[in-house]
């Protein structure tokens, strides 16, 4: 753990409790790291209101890791404030280019008002990464999801987020493992992945 980050804060995605994180936390803990989780609620606060809430608990980090809207969040709060200490972000199944799912469910009267006033956020993604933090991308290949109702994704996906939506430029390294959206979160190799990126700044 020499020179590696060592406090980890885990992030959930969008529909998810901040106990889906707790696999994945404990799996941290087994290598070393010292996890806390922010949970947030992703579809009803939106953006606005939790940007600032994550920003304090982003000072007393070194390393992040988040889950699909959890990934968007960080970047966004990063981007907005000064985090010296944070070193490193390891994003799983993150739409960081825009997520075509959230664009289809935006055109469906039953479904359209699921994503909340995390809606803009989704469908826009982020701007190309030039921040000093090094965030790495683990996509999921295995396409078993909702999205694939709202979307027609073009090459891989997750079943939710396309691999083309997490190939934000900017990134420092990019991955693929076998999993969905949400086995992203029970992922042995995924796991794997995340530590080597939090030890070393790139992907095994």
């Given at each position: 753990?020499d ?22 936390a ?19 606060a ?25 990934g ?23 739409p ?14 039953a ?49 939710t ?34 530590a ?9």
């Amino acid at each position: 753990m020499d020179g590696a980050p060592r406090h980890v804060l885990l992030l959930h995605g969008l529909w998810m409790p901040g106990m889906s994180m707790g696999w994945m936390a404990r799996r941290l803990q087994r290598e070393g790291f010292v996890t806390s989780v922010f949970a947030y609620p992703g579809a009803m606060a939106g953006p606005r209101l939790v940007l600032p809430a994550l920003a304090r608990r982003l000072a007393g980090v070194e390393a992040v890791v988040a889950h699909s809207l959890g990934g968007l969040l960080t970047l966004e709060a990063l981007r907005q404030g000064d985090f010296p200490k944070l070193r490193r972000v390891v994003c799983l199944g993150s739409p960081l280019c825009g997520s075509g799912a959230a664009q289809g469910l935006r055109t469906h009267r039953a479904t359209g008002w699921a994503l909340g006033r995390a809606a803009p956020l989704l469908r826009e993604g982020c701007p190309p990464w030039d921040g000093s933090a090094q965030v790495g991308m683990v996509a999921g290949t295995r396409a078993i999801g909702f999205g694939r109702w709202f979307a027609r994704f073009e090459g891989p996906s997750d079943g939710t987020v396309a691999v083309a939506e997490t190939r934000l430029p900017g990134l420092v390294d990019h991955c693929s493992v076998d999993a969905s959206h949400s086995g992203l979160l029970f992922s042995e190799a995924a796991a794997r992945q995340v530590a080597h990126f939090l030890r070393e700044g790139h992907f095994a």
